[in-house]
């Protein structure tokens, strides 16, 4: 009886030890801190594509991470320039070129960018029952803002695809219903 006992422990150990690892792996994805907003210089804030402006002493959230991902990850697609010029004013992290936006490129969030190993990789992005495939192209920084460097506006959340003008005509989303969708995206 009692070797049956020791039996039962041992293998509750392994279960719980198994389950733990189980949580690694699904864990949900926290906040790393926040930025303390500060009023953009006059003009500076670029709101194109109806982004936000930090405003003055408001605390907005930033991540390193994103929610895992999954053949059906979960995530909100909103909308970006990538031509020369517009929201961001930079060349894409990926290759330091500016894209088209009848192209369809998008950005992901920190976590998701991962330091750029899916640069130049593609993504299916599917909603509306339409699906389209992407190449991500930049970082959707969640983990800076509020700076010149970002245009005076917020850390990105960590479950952003951030995508140009031609991802958002392929999956027949009306114009007048650009900026935010809640989508489902993989790795293609």
Request: proline residues 6%; aromatic residues 6%; hydrophobic residues 30%.
């Amino acid at each position: 009886m009692e070797s049956f006992g020791l039996k039962a422990s041992l293998i509750l150990v392994a279960i719980l030890l198994f389950a733990d690892c189980l949580n690694v792996e699904g864990q949900i994805c926290r906040p790393s801190g926040t930025i303390r907003g500060k009023n953009p210089p006059p003009g500076k804030c670029n709101q194109d594509n109806d982004s936000d402006c930090c405003k003055e002493g408001q605390l907005y959230t930033k991540y390193k991470c994103s929610p895992p991902v999954s053949s059906h990850t979960k995530a909100y697609l909103t909308l970006n320039g990538f031509e020369k010029k517009e929201e961001g004013g930079a060349p894409s992290e990926c290759d330091n070129h500016y894209h088209s936006d009848d192209t369809p490129v998008v950005a992901l969030s920190t976590g998701w960018y991962n330091k750029g190993s899916r640069c130049l990789n593609n993504i299916t992005i599917t909603a509306n029952g339409r699906s389209v495939v992407a190449m991500v192209v930049d970082e959707c920084d969640s983990t800076m803002g509020c700076d010149s460097d970002h245009d005076y506006q917020p850390p990105c959340r960590n479950n952003i695809v951030d995508a140009s003008r031609a991802v958002w005509k392929a999956l027949g989303v009306p114009h007048g219903q650009w900026g935010g969708l809640d989508i489902t995206w993989s790795d293609a």
